[in-house]
């Protein structure tokens, strides 16, 4: 998997280069929110954290770091006091079409996402995952959104971006519908809100 990634960068790099494509990159702060919701209750995460971007002109590739507070409620309606936290690496590859009026670029965004789960902690689940945490809780998604681009020189400009986010389920809730009848797989919807600074090169 590894060496499949480093030949579509390094062909990346090369198309690039043969079309001119101009290069740039930043980072800054996130705010997201996602969750999910079954027949017996639903899920919230907030996360915060920051993100770093490659830009190509026409692809993106975010790489997030973000730490989330879970909020449960049953199927009564019941909100946990405190259902626990998750820390989390986002991964973000999107097509990008810009538009540019003056100073300002606009540009609509299509792409995947993985999100690597890095720590978990759940006060409500009591069964144990052991090492492979990542594993069961990692998850594809698909994103859209926009963004705007603000120049304030020929190298320095000001990005924001919002996305929505749909989760596909991952190994854990995947593994339990297989065995409860009760519970159903479910989608994951969000949202992220990214501002940062980004250099061209």
């Known amino acids: 998997m590894k060496k499949g990634i480093s030949i579509l960068i390094f062909f990346a790099l090369i198309s690039a280069g043969a079309f001119a494509i101009d290069f740039s990159g930043g980072g800054g702060l996130l705010l997201e929110l996602t969750g999910n919701k079954a027949d017996d209750g639903r899920l919230r995460v907030f996360n915060y954290g920051g993100f770093v971007f490659l830009d190509a002109e026409y692809a ?62 759940d006060d409500d689940v009591t069964v144990d995952l052991g090492d492979d945490i990542g594993e069961w809780l990692s998850q594809f998604g698909v994103v859209a959104g926009a963004g705007v681009d603000l120049s304030l020189s020929r190298q320095l400009y000001l990005r924001s971006s919002i996305l929505f986010n749909l989760r596909f389920p991952d190994g854990f809730f995947k593994g339990l519908s297989d065995s409860v009848s009760d519970i159903k797989t479910t989608l994951g919807v969000g949202s992220r809100l990214q501002v940062g600074v980004g250099y061209r090169f």
């Open 60 to 121: 993106e590739l975010d790489v997030t770091f973000s730490y989330g507070s879970i909020t449960t409620w049953d199927e009564d309606g019941a909100k946990s006091e405190d259902a626990g936290n998750v820390v989390q690496l986002g991964f973000s590859l999107m097509g990008k079409l810009p538009i540019n009026v003056a100073f300002i670029t606009v540009f609509p965004l299509l792409g995947i996402n993985y999100s690597v789960i890095l720590d978990f902690d």
